[in-house]
Nanobody, 123 residues
């Protein structure tokens, strides 16, 4: 009923750019703390960037100055603009959001994850 769908992943050369999108769909009341996580091969999942409903942002040190997170409230979409990509940015990127949605008995609350989109940066 409520889901997140990522898109925009693919193969990119080092130094290149890519923009990821994550769209929320369903009977949504509100969305909070939309963010991006990634998991590199053989590594643990890590927070890349997040943005709160108030507009505050937070980035991993490894991507500061290169990545930008933004949202389009009308489209219920969060973006991750990735510039100056490095091979170490390679991994599966996951969208995450805390969603309050309309349920039959009132409001439901879920911490939701997208299915992930692969980003591969070649050198």
């Amino acid at each position: 009923q409520v889901q997140l769908v990522e898109s925009g992943g693919g193969l990119v050369q080092a130094g290149g750019s890519r923009r990821l999108s994550c769209a929320a769909s369903g009977s949504i009341f509100s969305i909070n703390n939309m963010g991006w996580y990634r998991q590199a091969p053989g590594k643990e999942r890590e927070l890349v960037a997040l943005i709160t409903s108030g507009g505050s942002t937070n980035y991993a040190d490894s991507v500061k100055g290169r990545f930008t997170i933004s949202t389009d409230s009308a489209k219920k979409t969060v973006y991750l603009q990735m510039n100056s990509l490095k091979p170490e940015d390679t991994g599966v990127y996951y969208c995450n959001a805390y969603i309050v949605y309309y349920a039959t008995s009132g409001l439901g609350r879920r911490d939701c994850w997208g299915q992930g989109t692969q980003v591969t940066v070649s050198s």
